[in-house]
């Protein structure tokens, strides 16, 4: 397959000769890897695909290729981003499974790993690097969806001990969760982003009901949470009390930028394997001209986003943290994923509602399911109208309405 | 590798301040007039030593590489500056880089020093209108046929001519005083550069075409990759202005009491602006990084994909400026539409976004060697 490197893109002889070789003697080590191990094949249900996932987590944490820009203290390698992202490339060439606890090592861990206490940091990161802990992210309520900060779930502290009764939903593998990552109103009394705390709760404790949401692709990725007088021990408070806010900023940003990273290279490997579906059935004749500009598109669109995330990796390199820079990338991402998978499944036609028909060579079953899942995309994270509010008020510097 | 992107750096601000200097608002519109065509203008420009920017060193140019004019190109999209400068700072460098020819060297000469202007008649600025654009045909008799549209050809003292020969493509330098020639001029609504139909009834070779066979078709590869390259660039240019001018106007005027820029409707607009402008610029630049790790068909499939991508998102770019301007932006007081009529040119020259996007799907389901360049 041919998946386009974009650590390898110019931008990297602006990173200093050493780096360059190191990284490349690291990418080396990687394939070497991934060479040797047995890739796990991974089973549709979700119950299974969980476990097999889970599985290969702990393998590859086991050989130190997870929480590779983490610090050693909170489990990782003490690695740079670009290491990391390297050993994304070459886990999507190798055709390999990303580990399941995305939203513990992409979305919350960072927060943790910066804002943390040192308990919190040495005896929760480890196991969600391994997996032996999945984590979830209790941020929207059912009231708070772009207005995140008017969120009601409440806190109460008593003795050593935060009371939490409330409600969250969106709430992804929250069924299959250890760990919440959770913002909850701890001063009612305060304007609404000041009363806001981060903690971390435990979701085998007493008081917490999960159901989960069947999505409009089948699955049943997220969930709805409810809070019911849950005692979560104060250590748990992530950074200060009624100080949270600037906490969730963080991991939105970094949820908004390394999503980017991580999605394009899974959108190179959808649409290699949508170009291999429709070369087998070409057998070398010409496509017809429908065809070939649906596949122009995604190729457009890929490169893009290959542009576009080498931008975001020179950030990342220059450790700027979060900036109003990712709601660019989040927002491009969102229209070039829709413009992919729309592309693919354009080409089913009516075809479209059969699963097992494959017009153009085409799997239908699965380019419907990832074509309804792109649909997400421009709303979880901050939809798409959140990013243009941000970047038309912190970039363009357009006045508040 | 930093050495060339600082000296990049300054040669783009030296253009930029010239501009800035010599090029006010009074001297566009008055060059608008005559699209570009301006041999005052053309001369002050290769005094400047614009022209020899990318010529090799032996020919006593500056010897910087070709990907060194993206920027400057981004400038002139920004400033809207006419005149064929395409063919004056790239064409001529491309034509030495693959030939050594004596004669050849004089026209360069020549052109690098503003004497002489070269035009490119290419019947492959378009697949889809092939039909309209027409074709030449080298023959024993020389060159025959006509090409619709051809940018300065009524300027050009030489025409660099992209023509078939048997199932072959081959690529002649022609005077363009050929009698054998003959070119009319077309009034068009590109402000910034002039067209002409142009037409070959057994008009000279040269002495042999200046490139046949695989040289041809690499040549012509090239040519139209750095085509490619550089409108995109200065497509980018021409949406980096409109977003500033927007943002600028919908800050400044208001309704209801407000600035206009305070409502959603309009914010979101320019938001889009912003992510169409900066990721076309990131997608330039990106095709820049690549170039010397690229082969030259992996540089042309990136030069496809880039000005895809521009025709569409500078067009989408130049609209809402268009809109966001209100009835002003319609009106000849506002310069929104210069911006978008410019656009509206580059857009197809070298293929829009659905003609390359059916190229781009070719290439990538049917990977055989072409035998002609595209």
């Not at chain 1, 927060?111 to 480890?126: D, F």
């Not at chain 2, 290419?122 to 006509?146: K, Y």
């Not at chain 2, 046949?212 to 139209?224: E, P």
């Not at chain 2, 600035?259 to 889009?272: L, M, Y």
């Amino acid at each position: 397959m041919d998946v386009r490197l974009s650590t390898r893109g110019a931008d990297m002889t602006l990173l200093g000769n050493e780096l360059v070789v190191e990284l490349d003697r690291y990418r080396q080590r990687a394939r070497d890897w991934l060479r040797e191990v047995t890739i796990p094949e991974v089973p549709l249900p979700l119950t299974e695909k969980f476990a097999v996932l889970r599985d290969w987590q702990k393998s590859l944490y086991a050989a130190g290729w997870v929480g590779i820009a983490w610090s050693t203290d909170a489990g990782g390698q003490g690695l740079t981003p670009l290491h990391h992202l390297v050993f994304t490339e070459e886990l999507a060439r190798a055709r390999a499974p990303q580990p399941i606890g995305l939203i513990g090592l992409d979305v919350v861990g960072p927060s943790i790993e910066r804002y943390g206490t040192s308990w919190q940091r040495t005896e929760l990161l480890p196991r969600l690097l391994s997996g032996d802990d999945i984590w979830c992210q209790g941020f929207s309520e059912p009231e708070a969806g772009s207005d995140l900060a008017s969120l009601r779930t409440c806190a109460v502290i008593d003795g050593d001990y935060f009371v939490v009764s409330g409600q969250k939903v969106w709430t992804s593998w929250a069924h299959m969760s250890q760990w919440c990552a959770l913002l909850v109103r701890t001063d009612p009394n305060a304007p609404k982003h000041k009363g806001i705390s981060y903690l971390l709760v435990d979701m085998s404790s007493p008081g917490i009901t999960v159901r989960p949401l069947v999505q409009m692709t089948g699955d049943e990725e997220f969930c709805e949470v409810f809070f019911d007088e849950v005692r979560v021990p104060r250590r748990n408070l992530v950074g200060q009390l009624n100080e949270g806010w600037p906490l969730a900023i963080h991991t939105l940003g970094t949820e908004r930028a390394g999503y980017t990273l991580r999605r394009r290279v899974d959108y190179e490997v959808a649409v290699d394997d949508a170009v291999s579906e429709i070369r087998h059935r070409l057998r070398g004749e010409g496509a017809p001209d429908r065809v070939s500009s649906a596949i122009g598109r995604t190729q457009v669109a890929l490169r893009v986003l290959d542009a576009q995330t080498r931008k975001t990796i020179t950030r990342l390199a220059d450790k700027l943290g979060p900036t109003p820079e990712d709601s660019v990338d989040k927002l491009l991402l969102n229209d070039l994923e829709q413009d992919i998978f729309a592309s693919i499944a354009e080409l089913l036609g009516p075809l479209r509602s059969s699963p097992s028909a494959r017009p153009f060579g085409l799997n239908t079953e699965r380019w419907v399911h990832d074509h309804l899942y792109s649909r997400a995309t421009s709303i979880y994270g901050g939809t798409s109208q959140i990013q243009r509010n941000i970047i038309a008020e912190r970039l363009l510097g357009l006045p508040r309405g | 590798m930093a050495d060339y992107l600082e000296n990049n750096e300054e040669l783009t601000s030296a253009v930029g301040e010239y501009l800035t200097r010599s090029f006010d608002s009074a001297r566009r519109l008055e060059l608008f007039g005559t699209g570009g065509a301006n041999p005052q203008f053309h001369s002050e420009l290769a005094e400047l030593g614009w022209f020899a920017l990318t010529v090799p060193e032996h020919h006593d140019g500056l010897g910087l590489p070709l990907s060194a004019l993206g920027p400057i190109f981004a400038t002139f999209g920004r400033r809207l500056v006419p005149g064929p400068l395409f063919e004056s700072l790239a064409l001529p460098t491309i034509l030495i880089d693959r030939n050594d020819d004596p004669a050849l060297a004089e026209l360069l000469r020549e052109t690098v020093a503003g004497r002489a202007v070269l035009g490119l008649v290419d019947p492959g600025i378009t697949e889809d209108w092939g039909s309209d654009i027409g074709e030449i045909v080298l023959t024993d008799d020389g060159l025959h046929g006509r090409v619709e549209m051809a940018r300065f050809a009524a300027q050009a003292h030489s025409l660099v001519v992209v023509a078939r020969h048997g199932d072959d493509q081959v690529v002649c330098v022609v005077d363009a005083s050929d009698p054998m020639i003959s070119i009319e001029e077309i009034v068009s609504t590109d402000p910034a550069a002039r067209y002409a139909t142009v037409m070959f009834s057994g008009a000279h070779c040269g002495t042999a075409p200046l490139a046949t066979g695989s040289d041809a078709a690499s040549l012509i590869s090239r040519m139209r990759l750095w085509a490619r390259v550089l409108i995109s660039f200065e497509m980018a240019g021409i949406a980096e202005r409109m977003l500033e001018l927007t943002v600028r106007y919908v800050t400044e005027r208001h309704q209801f009491g407000v600035p206009i820029g305070s409502f959603q409707a309009v914010k979101h607009t320019v938001a889009n602006m912003y992510e169409h402008t900066s990721s076309l610029m990131n997608l330039c630049l990106a095709a820049l990084d690549d170039v010397p790790n690229s082969t030259e068909n992996e540089l042309c499939h990136i030069a496809v994909i880039t000005k895809a991508y521009a025709a569409d998102a500078a067009l989408r770019v130049c609209e809402s400026a268009l809109q966001m301007h209100g009835g002003i932006g319609f009106t000849t007081e506002a310069e929104v539409h210069w911006y978008y009529k410019r656009a509206l040119a580059l857009r197809a020259w070298y293929g829009d976004e659905r003609e390359l996007h059916r190229v781009i799907g070719e290439t990538v389901l049917n990977p055989r060697p072409a035998t002609l360049a595209r």
